[in-house]
Every structure is written in structure tokens, then in C-alpha cells.
């Protein structure tokens, strides 16, 4: 009996702890810009997307999922007739991960730890596509509007294995993230 008491005892507890959380999490959708290499040393500037969801278990640590979409274009450089090539470029990822943050008055600085998996391709009349491991390491700032409205800037260093070769890209993104 003593010990389905304590079991009740710490049920209760941890239920008091998790309404201590300031937030339980939060959605975010912004644009983001990717600066990546797709093949060795071929940087590409890609455009597009970046979503995001974090639901809190602790006050200062939260499990994170990661989603992006980029498109663009490159010229590739080589040696042949139809060089150089024009192709459009679409990648992809999915990343989850922790996601360590501290709420200072109207700032929320945050940084993560982020794994998953991507996808590319490249087409101009012949189409080719590869998936990867992605993993990444970042963070950001989120600043208080009003209410549960805040603009967010993040910055995050994503290393992917595109082609059999290994790339080091950065990817900043911006825009609102509404925390509930």
C-alpha cells in the first residue's frame, strides 16, 4: 500500500513539474535560404521553405521535427559538348533531434542537435536523384511579438552525403513561430 501511495505521490508531482512549462511547445513556418554543395565542390544557392515542431518535456529541452523543401538552379562546368549544363534542383529533408532553448524576458535562444534523412534531384531532360543521411548542428533566437507570436532567426550547419560524397552546406531560416 505504502508504495502505490508513493507511485500516486509522484504521478501528481510530475504533473505539477510539467504545468510549471512555460510553453509546451511550439510550430514555426518561415522561408530559408540553403547554401550547399550537391556534388563535391559545386555550391548551389537554393530558396525555398522551412517548418518546424518542438514539444517541450522539460522547461529547457524539447524533441524537435525538422522539415525543408529548396529549389533552384546550377550550371554545372565540364568538360564535354553540351557543357555547360543548366539543371534545376530540388532537395528535401527530414531532421529530428533535441532541441536545448531558455526563455530571457522577450528572447529565446535555442540551439539543436538535428538527424534525419534528405533527398535531392536534379533534372534537365534527363533526371537523376540520391538520398542521404543528413545531420545538423544550429540554433537560433526567437524575440516575443505579442501573445504567443514571436519572429524567429536560425541558422544551422547541415552535413548530408549526397552522391556518395560528403557535402557541408548552411541553411538560415526565418519567420513566425507561434508557441502553445
Known sequence: MRRLWTLVLLIMMAGAAWAQIPTKGNVFFGYSYDRTPIVSND???????????????????????????????HTYDC?????????????????????????????????????????????????????????????????????PVAVRGELDWLNSRFYGTGQNGVRFSTGVAVHF
Open 79 to 147: 568538360p564535354g559538348v553540351v557543357c555547360p549544363l543548366q539543371v534545376n534542383v530540388a532537395e528535401h529533408n527530414v531532421l529530428f533531434g533535441p532541441r536545448v532553448s531558455v526563455q530571457v524576458q522577450r528572447f529565446r535562444p535555442f540551439a539543436e542537435f538535428l538527424f534525419g534523412v534528405g533527398h535531392v534531384s536534379r533534372s534537365n531532360g534527363v533526371s537523376d536523384s540520391n538520398t542521404s543521411f543528413v545531420d545538423g548542428l544550429g540554433g537560433g533566437l526567437d524575440y516575443k511579438i505579442f501573445g
Open 43 to 73: 555550391t548551389s544557392n537554393l530558396n525555398g521553405w522551412d517548418a518546424t515542431l518542438e514539444g517541450k518535456f522539460l522547461p529547457w529541452i524539447g524533441l524537435v521535427v525538422d522539415v525543408d523543401g529548396h529549389y533552384g538552379s
